[in-house]
């Protein structure tokens, strides 16, 4: 008896391809994930091109992990072209009592010297200490970008909730 060698083959490269996908992917339920988070974002353009975004985000810590993921809260930003405002920090414990973040705790850092044609960035690192599994983060802040990347161009990139860069 003869044996088709090729077809063998694509019948075993399929399955591994099509049942390995099914046998290591899970979706992640809702129950098992380490934070809830509500995000409202507001971005208003000027006749110049400059703009501000406000945020206003809710995170809800469900386990230790977020709880240590969010224990330093940190954005970036360009001081070159924008202006960070704090509008709002507050931590919820568990017991619903509410606990004004230390505004004098904040610490502005620079990441990176400017080098010759390019901007320096801050680091804002907010602490938050009295996170606790079962409370909240609530924080609302506003970045003006007055000056645009490119003259007469508009350019705005959103990642969704990263503490990170501001563009």
Excluded at 11 to 34: E, Q, T
């Amino acid at each position: 008896m003869k044996v088709n060698y090729k077809s063998v083959k694509g019948v075993l490269f399929f399955s591994l391809i099509f049942f390995g996908i099914f046998s290591h992917a899970r979706w992640m339920n809702k129950k098992d994930a380490s934070m809830k988070i509500e995000a409202d974002t507001n971005i208003s353009v000027k006749k110049d091109l400059s703009y501000s975004v406000t945020y206003d985000l809710k995170y809800h810590i469900s386990t230790e992990q977020a709880k240590e993921t969010l224990s330093i809260y940190t954005l970036r930003i360009i001081p070159d072209r924008q202006k960070f405002d704090l509008l709002k920090a507050q931590i919820i414990l568990s017991d619903g009592k509410k606990v004004e973040v230390n505004r004098e705790k904040i610490e502005f850092k620079d990441v990176s010297g400017a080098a010759k044609g390019f901007s320096s960035i801050k680091e804002i690192r907010i602490p938050l200490k009295q996170l606790q599994v079962g409370g909240q983060f609530h924080i609302s802040y506003s970045i003006e970008n007055f000056e645009t990347q490119v003259e007469n161009e508009f350019s705005f990139q959103y990642t969704f909730l990263t503490n990170g860069m501001h563009y």
